[in-house]
């Protein structure tokens, strides 16, 4: 097997495209490699200076000046902001405006040396671990569990050609508000494979995809069908969506949050849970908001939880971590990432695949990839121009657990709920076909 990966990985610049040539003119959060640093030396020391001058600034500035002025000093255009977008190669999806949110993306996406799930993090005092029912929010002992229905939210329900999907008119933007742009980001109607890269590694996407029996097929055990193999979790879970309708958002109404899981990420990992339990793969759904309580320690507190459930659910062989991406130009105006799927608006998915670059213990995410690979290839024949780039990411992202792990993007913040249950439902029906004939 070893071998066979490593023929897969092969140098080639001309099948990774580059990150800015993908994305043009726009900005998305995720974190970008600095031109002109390539060793892992000079990064790591440029992180420790910038998080000292972080701290530093912060402290200063809150004891001078208060919360307010330093907010403005240092994130709206200040130098806090120079260093979380050029040396920490991020755009904080919070558009650098609130101070203690992007103190706490700084720690997470600061750390380039261990993932979070590899810390041995605590968190039994204030975060007990729950009790698990299947399709059930975890629920304390005695208690009687709580089945959440998503509300059906109201979507446009309008038939729509490519053409109209994407026009756009800024007159219909309200004054004081910022325009919500739809915009494909697929770039795969060639049906080329194509990755997004913040490592050194070079993976062969189309040698991976040619691939066979790389990864055992993970089917269910026969007579023991009631063993739940899928478990679909929230590190983020606050994620939520645009307003339905909406071609503009207000000032102070900047990132979707929310706590109800009929109208966050929660609601699309429910839409997937059902699809999957229909076609009788057992599922479970952790409903548990991870960033509810602290954003920094989200991933630590998915790890617990993943872990628990491993331990209570031997059988569990995919998990499946659903966000919402956020991606905002550099003008604050948020991108809707939108196809057409029987000529309704679907929001566009992205697959990001964890590794150990940064120093995780993941030395098996090529089997992660070659999972992601896999799907890829079938939304593309099926479904193109749904997907967008697979997104190599130098941090594990609590992956390295089981080889069918994926982070899975749904959309962004520019896309409305109904879009990503649409984009939810059909991506699980294709794992569904995945899973069941083995990959």
Not at 32 to 39: D, E, L, M, Q, S
Request: charged residues 20%; hydrophobic residues 35%; negative net charge.
């Amino acid at each position: 097997m070893q071998d066979t990966y490593s023929k897969m990985l092969i140098t080639t610049s001309s099948s990774i495209p580059n990150f800015e040539d993908r994305f043009d003119d726009f900005v998305i959060k995720k974190r970008r490699r600095a031109k002109g640093i390539n060793t892992d030396i000079l990064r790591r020391r440029l992180s420790a200076l910038a998080t000292c001058l972080c701290v530093t600034l912060a402290l200063s500035s809150l004891l001078f000046t208060g919360i307010d002025a330093a907010d403005k000093m240092l994130f709206k255009g200040g130098v806090m902001e120079f260093i979380i977008t050029d040396v920490f190669g991020m755009e904080s999806e919070y558009g650098a405006s609130n101070f203690t949110e992007l103190m706490m993306e700084q720690s997470f996406w600061g750390n380039i040396n261990k993932s979070f799930a590899d810390k041995n993090v605590n968190t039994s005092k204030k975060y007990p671990l729950p009790a698990f029912s299947r399709l059930h929010l975890p629920i304390e002992e005695g208690v009687k569990p709580v089945i959440a229905t998503p509300k059906d939210p109201e979507p446009d329900e309008t038939k729509y050609t490519l053409e109209q999907l994407y026009a756009f008119d800024p007159s219909k933007v309200p004054s004081g508000h910022l325009p919500i742009i739809p915009r494909d980001m697929s770039h795969e109607y060639d049906g080329k494979l194509k990755l997004s890269n913040e490592t050194k590694y070079t993976p062969n996407l189309a040698a991976i995809a040619e691939s066979n029996n790389t990864v055992p097929a993970f089917l269910p055990t026969k007579g023991a069908s009631n063993e739940p193999l899928i478990l679909i979790i929230h590190t983020h879970g606050t994620e939520s969506f645009s307003e339905e309708g909406s071609v503009s958002y207000s000032n102070d109404y900047n990132i979707p949050r929310s706590s109800d899981i009929t109208k966050n990420v929660v609601a699309v990992g429910a839409a997937m849970a059902n699809v999957f339990e229909e076609a009788g793969i057992p599922t479970l759904h952790c409903k548990i908001m991870h960033d509810l309580e602290s954003y920094k320690d989200s991933y630590n507190r998915a790890a617990a939880t993943i872990k628990s459930y491993l331990a209570e659910y031997p059988s569990i062989k995919y998990i499946f971590d659903v966000h919402r991406d956020s991606i905002l130009q550099a003008d604050q105006s948020k991108i809707r990432p939108v196809t057409l799927i029987n000529d309704l608006p679907t929001a566009q998915i992205m697959f990001v695949v964890g590794t150990d670059y940064f120093g995780a213990n993941h030395p098996n995410w090529m089997q992660n990839l070659t999972f992601a690979v896999r799907i890829q290839s079938t939304l593309n024949a099926n479904y193109p121009g749904f997907a967008r780039s697979i997104y190599l990411r130098g941090a594990a992202f609590n992956e390295q657990y089981t080889p069918g792990s994926l982070l899975l993007e749904v959309g962004s913040c520019g896309n409305t709920l109904s879009e990503a249950l649409r984009a939810g439902e059909t991506l699980a029906q294709t794992l569904t076909a995945i899973i069941k004939s083995g990959w």
